[in-house]
Structures are given as C-alpha cells and as structure tokens.
C-alpha cells in the first residue's frame, strides 16, 4: 500500500512538472511566476563588517567584497584584486579597513573600498582574522599559530610568536595593549603587552588529567570572540558552545543551551546578544548574555551562517551560505532577506495539487 500511494504522488508531480514545463495550457502558462530571488552573490559569504548604520562590507569565495553605502538597499561589486577566500575584515571608519584571506592575504583600503590595495604580510598561512584599535595598530591571526601585527597601519607585519601545529581562529583588540584570541581545541589566550607575550586561559570545563584524555576528548574548538569592556566577554564555538567571563578571563563559565549546532560568531550590544552557526542556528539573549534562546523561524534558513555584526543596538546582519545576506533594523525581532534562498520563499512551497491530504486506502 506504501509504494501505491509513493507511485501516485510520484505521478502527479511528473505531471505537474510536464505541464509547467512544456505548456499544456494557456491559463497554465499565464499562471507561472518566475521566482524573485534577491542575490548581491552567489558566493558563499563569510564576513559583514558594519562601522555604522548606513556602510556595510561582506566578504567571500573568490575575493568577493560588495559594499553597501544605504544601509543594505544597494550594493556595488568592489574590485578586491585577488580570487582567494575572504574570512574576515575590520573598518575603524566608513573609509578605512582591511580584509583578512587565505594564502597571507591582507587588503587595506583608505577610501572606503573604491580601491584594494594588498599588503605584504610576510606569510603564505592563511589568515581568517583581523583586529586593529586605530589607523596604525592592527593584529591577524590564522593557521599554525600565525600571530602577525602592524604599528603603521600595514606597511609592514611583524610575527609574534613561533609556528605551532594550532589554528587560531579569531583576534580581538580593545585598545593597543590588551586583547585576546581563540582557536581549535579550546585555545584562549589573552596579552595585556600589545601581544609580545601571550598568556593562556584554560576554563574548567576544558581542563583534562592527561594527554590521553586530552587527545580522546579535545576540548571544542571556538570561532567567535566579543568583549564589551575589559572584564567581560563571550565566546563560541563547536558542539554549541558559548562561554562568558566578568572577571577578563580569568574564569570562564559554560553557558547550558540544549542544542548541538556548532556556533561561529557572537556579538552582544547592551542587553542584546546574536551567535550564529551551523545548520541554521541563530540564538538570542535579552539579558545581556546570562542566558540563550534559539530563535527557529526568525531567520528562515538551514543554511550555515558565518557571522553575525551589530552596527547598533537595531542594526544587525548575518551572512553565510550561498550569498545570504540578511539584515534587521528592529534588534533581530524581523529579518530581511537582502541575498540568498529563504524557505520562506513562495517557490519552495508545496503546489495544492501535491499537499498531502492524509493517508490513502485501497
């Protein structure tokens, strides 16, 4: 009986595609729309920089930069002058930033992305982070513990420490002294010297007893770094984790969220806080970061999102597979699809011939 009722529905959406597709009658013909689908790119989209309300850069595969100067109404292609992976930038400015990418990769621009200009990064290591606190100072991060930084804006990068067999996924600066970074297997650490020295923090929760435990259970690899002063912060990572400090790492407590998703990118902004990941996952905290609520169908996509940015309390934006861009003005409450596939979208749903109305007997 399975496969009868599996043979008929198979059947009728045959038939439902042939005479769409092949124009069985006028009125069928008349009744097709052709699907609206907003796009800046198709590529996928792995970094949003927002310096305020109205600019905003997203960065991509194949050196995509598009850039919108109306607050996400309107974007124009920006020339990057590579066609590597783009992972991340920084703008102090709506004229001034830089762009961190595969292979060394670092881009500056001065006028707001009209030009690109590359920089001399002395490493071939992929580089998937960038933090600068002012026109001159400037740290990036990326594979085999590569810690660069700059005192002259990028003219030139100096490394800080030696290579290791660890990826360090993501920097942040809050001023020309202290600042911190994360990576695979749980690494935290933190400088308070401008990065000459590093210290490590290891949380409870990622402490083992050996090097064998330590190797069966790794602790999880974290992505996403936010501090709004410098005592406290968040951080992200694999098998939903999200970590908060009030005491500037010196401690670190697990925040309990019930799911598994890995998670990317957090940012909090006054009482508001958005981390983003895999699958889809999009959470929300209302109390400044205590606590989580994962947010199903606020932003309706299964895609992956990669990162999320707050240019202020109402506005926000999230990128991430293929082309996604959405972004909110009213604190995450709404979000707009600028670019990329909702399954919201009135094309993805099923035809009223194809609904299923319940169990078919013989």
């Not at 290591?125 to 085999?144: I, P, Q, T």
């Not at 923090?201 to 990622?206: D, H, I, S, Y």
């Not at 069966?216 to 002063?229: M, Q, R, V």
Request: hydrophobic share 35%; aromatic share 12%; net charge negative.
């Amino acid at each position: 009986m399975g496969k009868t009722v599996f043979r008929s529905v198979l059947l009728v959406a045959l038939s439902f595609c042939i005479c769409f597709g092949y124009g069985c009658s006028k009125s069928a013909d008349k009744a097709m729309k052709v699907p609206e689908i907003k796009m800046i790119t198709p590529e996928n989209v792995h970094g949003v920089i927002a310096p305020d309300d109205n600019n905003i850069w997203v960065v991509g595969n194949y050196g995509v930069i598009h850039h919108s100067s109306d607050g996400g109404e309107t974007w124009t292609k920006q020339e990057s002058g590579v066609h590597t992976l783009l992972v991340d930038g920084c703008f102090i400015n709506n004229t001034t930033g830089w762009v961190t990418g595969l292979y060394g990769v670092i881009l500056h621009t001065s006028d707001g992305g009209k030009t690109w200009t590359k920089q001399k990064t002395g490493t071939g290591k992929h580089l998937f982070s960038v933090s600068f606190v002012d026109e001159n100072y400037g740290w990036a991060v990326g594979e085999w513990h590569t810690i660069i930084n700059t005192t002259d804006g990028g003219k030139t990068w100096n490394h800080q420490v030696q290579e290791q067999d660890k990826i360090l996924s993501n920097v942040l600066f809050l001023n020309r002294n202290l600042g911190w970074l994360v990576g695979e297997a749980g690494t935290i650490m933190k400088t308070t010297d401008g990065g000459r020295t590093w210290t490590a923090q290891v949380p409870k929760a990622f402490e083992r007893e050996s090097f064998e435990a330590m190797f069966e259970d790794p602790p999880p690899a974290l992505f996403g770094i936010s501090f709004t002063d410098e005592n406290t912060g968040w951080l992200c990572g694999i098998d939903a984790t999200i970590m908060h400090t009030n005491d500037g790492g010196a401690t670190w407590n697990q925040i309990p969220l019930g799911i598994e998703n890995a998670l990317f990118s957090i940012i909090i902004k006054g009482d508001i806080g958005w981390t983003v990941g895999d699958k889809g996952a999009c959470l929300l905290s209302l109390d400044g970061g205590k606590t989580w609520t994962l947010q199903e169908d606020v932003i309706k996509s299964k895609m992956w999102f990669r990162d999320v940015t707050f240019s202020s309390a109402d506005n926000g934006w999230v990128v991430g597979s293929t082309g996604t861009v959405v972004g909110t003005t009213d604190s995450g409450k709404t979000w707009e699809f600028r670019s990329g596939l909702s399954y919201a979208m009135e094309f993805f749903q099923m035809p009223k011939a194809l609904e299923f109305k319940g169990m078919v007997t013989e």
